[in-house]
């Protein structure tokens, strides 16, 4: 099997991959190329993805894997969406992030809200390949739980009865919106489509 190169710096999401693929060499790109970085010029989550991707296979000529994705609260409509990660600022920071989030909310009864992530593959010579991953959880009034990272510890299932951050990676790995698309990207290079 050959080695699968995530386009991310993000440990958290590189984690994600290993659990699906556990019989692959899942490398994060800075392993590869130190400070690679895209700006994310794109309006929806398909098109910073394929920007990811597409500048990562052209620069290691090779297939890379690339993923864009966030939370849309529909009460916000639909923010942060692409902004997620830097939603509270121009830096990373998830408790900043969960904190604007939550002071944004306020005390808003629908708190109905979606973890969308799209992946694409991209290699030389080869069309750009995309796939979708959704989960539907309401947004909690404060943070509960250890795991995970971003918004997971805000992030609430029903049928789990908790928010992504008290699960297992194994456990999130079946139930999240990147779990999903990392499945469907999963059983298209095993031909399983």
Known sequence: ?????????????IN???????DYNVIGITE???D????????TFEANAKLKSEAAAKALNKRVIAD???????????EPGIYSARYAGTEKNDDANIDKLLTNLGDEINRAAQFVCVISMSAPGEETVQ??????????LSKIGE???????IFYLDDKNKTMAQLTAEEKSEVSHRGKAIEKLRQYLEGEQ
């Open 131 to 140: 796939f979708k991953g959704t989960v539907e959880g309401e947004i909690t």
């Open 16 to 22: 994600d991959f290993r659990v699906i693929f556990p």
């Open 147 to 153: 795991q995970g990272f971003g918004y997971d510890p």
């Open 1 to 13: 099997m050959e080695d699968i190169v995530i386009a991310s710096n993000n440990k958290g999401k």
């Open 32 to 34: 590869l190329i130190e």
């Open 68 to 78: 864009d994705s966030g939370l849309e609260v529909f009460a916000l409509g639909g």
């Open 36 to 43: 690679f970085d895209v700006e994310e010029t794109g309006h």
